[in-house]
């Protein structure tokens, strides 16, 4: 992993935005409005041909993906580059990228869901800081005020804020840690276990989600980071939102804190749920790869600024 830790500058009214799929194709209409929204913002915004287009489940063919990617990170007038959507495809993408020229022109990268695989891998092999956070189409749902206001304070604000989450917490396994924050998908992250592209989660705090995964999927994802004992490595586990996983009750069914506490039993970390990230309306914007501490005292906070502000 890098260990040299890059910072992208604030995104300031003005600023050029590059908008691209590297994964998945974009609804049309959602994504119409959600260029529309950032306009409205004072930014300008540049969509690339992937932004819109679409190839079997892909918005582009890997070539044209990985283009458009690399051309947002070289464009000087480019300040920050924001995805589409998720969907599938960014893991295709890992090998092929020239991380060097990520390194060398560290912007604002922001994304979520399957582009959990691009976040973790910048900052594998660059440093990059980047965000998980909210795609063009959702701009154009319309966020919802709290999920508006922590995606301005994390990447537009003139100062970091220090209280990610002050909000409910639900202490399954209490305590107090710090480490490296990542976040991201669940399902994308074990898909990275094995591969150069997954960072150093040595004392990490490591932050997950899903959407759409039946509880006995969950439990063999879980199971599968046990087994790779990154439940060895990290300094607690976070659990956002699993959003259309535990769709029914039933007598039979393990709920997820169940599933949890008998994975990690054999290891002290705290292990918190309740912090609203996740395939959901209603979601907080976190960075990757800065120091942040949880504890249920005083919530998720960051211990440094995600932003280089010089």
């Not at 589409?84 to 020229?101: E, N, P, V």
């Amino acid at each position: 992993m890098s260990e040299v830790i890059l910072k992208p500058q604030p995104l300031k009214p003005g600023d050029t935005i590059a908008v691209i799929s590297p994964a998945g194709p974009a609804d049309k209409r959602r994504l119409q409005a959600g260029l529309k929204n950032l306009n409205q913002r004072g930014y300008k915004v540049v969509p690339f041909p992937s932004a819109d287009g679409r190839y079997a489940y892909f918005s582009a063919q890997d070539p044209q993906r990985l283009e458009e990617l690399t051309r947002s990170f070289t464009d000087p007038d480019v300040k920050a580059i924001f995805c589409s959507r998720g969907g599938y495809g960014s893991g295709r993408l890992l090998d092929l990228i020239d991380y060097r020229i990520v390194a060398e022109n560290p912007k604002l990268f922001i994304g979520f869901s399957d582009v959990t695989a691009l976040n973790w891998a910048f900052f594998t092999k660059t440093g990059l800081v980047s965000f998980s956070g909210p795609t063009v189409c959702e701009f154009g749902d319309g966020l919802s005020p709290a999920t508006a206001g922590s995606f301005n304070e994390l990447v537009s604000s003139t100062t970091a804020p220090e209280v990610i989450w002050d909000g409910s917490l639900n202490a399954i396994r209490p305590g107090k840690a710090t480490g490296r924050l990542f976040p991201g998908c669940l399902s994308i992250i074990v898909s990275l276990l094995g591969t150069p592209y997954l960072p150093d989660l040595t004392g990490a705090l490591l932050i997950i989600e899903d959407v759409g995964e039946k509880p006995y999927r969950i439990d063999r994802m879980l199971t599968h980071l046990k087994n790779a004992g990154i439940f060895d490595k990290i300094s607690a586990l976070i659990i956002g939102s699993m959003v259309d996983c535990w769709q029914k009750k039933s007598d039979n069914e393990i709920s997820l804190e169940e599933i949890v506490l008998d994975l990690t039993s054999s290891h002290s970390i705290p292990v918190y749920s309740g912090i609203p990230y996740g395939h959901h309306i209603e979601r907080i914007t976190l960075p990757v790869g800065v120091q942040a501490e949880i504890s249920a005292e005083n919530g998720l906070r960051l211990l440094e600024d995600p932003l280089s502000r010089i």
